[in-house]
């Protein structure tokens, strides 16, 4: 097991009890809007993240989880229009600090608005393998996703 995998597991046995009061099939909407959005299907990630959202809405769940899929669902719209760079991306306030996979400096950040949604998506794909036991094959499946995303931040991370 690599470092950046070691990272990763350590960051979902950190926010996982935080997240198990996400329910299945709010997991579910959260899993699927982040694997839609890996694939490249951005008009699904964005109703798959409403779904997701207006779950959250009625629960008490962190609103962390909220802003990461407000996050995604901003970059995927703007994938699908075709739009390179987001701009007016939600951000994580320092409230939220505590649920990110990564809390880097602000001079160790090159591109701010990739930082962001690679802290969305880690804690997505821990949200979705916490709360969704129907999702975790296919999580695991895709388990690249999030160690490739942190093997990005190697250097910052000391992995």
Do not use: C, W
Not at 47 to 66: F, G, I, M, N, S
């Amino acid at each position: 097991m690599g470092r950046a995998e070691k990272y990763l597991e350590a960051y979902i046995e950190r926010v996982g009890p935080r997240l198990a009061g996400l329910d299945e099939t709010t997991g579910h909407a959260i899993a699927s809007a982040l694997l839609s959005f890996k694939v490249g299907l951005y008009g699904i990630a964005v109703t798959r993240a409403d779904t997701a959202l207006q779950r959250l809405a009625k629960r008490e769940a962190p609103a962390t989880v909220a802003t990461a899929l407000e996050i995604l669902k901003k970059r995927a719209s703007d994938l699908q229009a075709q739009v390179a760079v987001s701009e007016g991306m939600p951000s994580f306030s320092g409230d939220d600090r505590p649920l990110l996979a990564m809390d880097l400096p602000a001079d160790q950040v090159e591109d701010a608005v990739s930082y962001t949604l690679d802290n969305a998506l880690l804690l997505l794909y821990a949200a979705g393998l916490v709360s969704s036991p129907d999702d975790e094959q296919a999580l695991d499946e895709h388990r690249g996703f999030p160690i490739q995303i942190l093997a990005s931040y190697a250097k910052q991370l000391n992995l």
